[in-house]
């Protein structure tokens, strides 16, 4: 059974950072494409990063790039987005998300993951 734990997230001042985790079993994380979306109330969820389980390539929304980044422990099942330089725009509740035949590109489907954690809250604001 496939489940995805998220831990992380909070409440940052604005230029602070955080790191948020993504926990997952049930399947080896290399075989699938792993993703980060976030969601503001009365939005759409939005993609955020993903990598590749092709290639091990990464992409980033242009809202973020340059300052988050996606990475994963194979070893021990877990993948990161780490976040700097945060706006106070960066804040809403972040989901990882994973699936074996989603497709990383710069266009984010949120359609095409199956798996998702449980979301968790990143707050930006002094």
């Known amino acids: 059974q496939v489940q995805l734990v998220q831990s992380g997230g909070g409440l940052v001042q604005p230029g602070g950072s955080l790191r948020l985790s993504c926990a997952v079993s049930?399947?080896?994380?290399?075989?699938?494409?792993l993703g980060w979306f976030r969601q503001v109330p009365g939005h759409e969820r939005e993609g955020v990063s993903c990598?590749?389980?092709?290639?091990?390539?990464?992409f980033y929304s242009d809202s973020v790039n340059g300052r988050f980044t996606i990475s994963k422990d194979s070893a021990n099942n877990i993948f990161y987005l780490e976040m700097n330089s945060l706006k106070p725009e960066d804040t809403a509740v972040y989901y990882c998300a994973t699936d074996y035949w989603a497709f990383c590109s710069s266009v984010f489907i949120v359609d095409d993951y199956e798996h998702w954690g449980q979301g968790t809250q990143v707050t930006v604001s002094s």
């Open positions: 049930g399947f080896t994380l290399d075989e699938h494409t």
């Open positions: 990598i590749a389980n092709s290639d091990g390539k990464s």
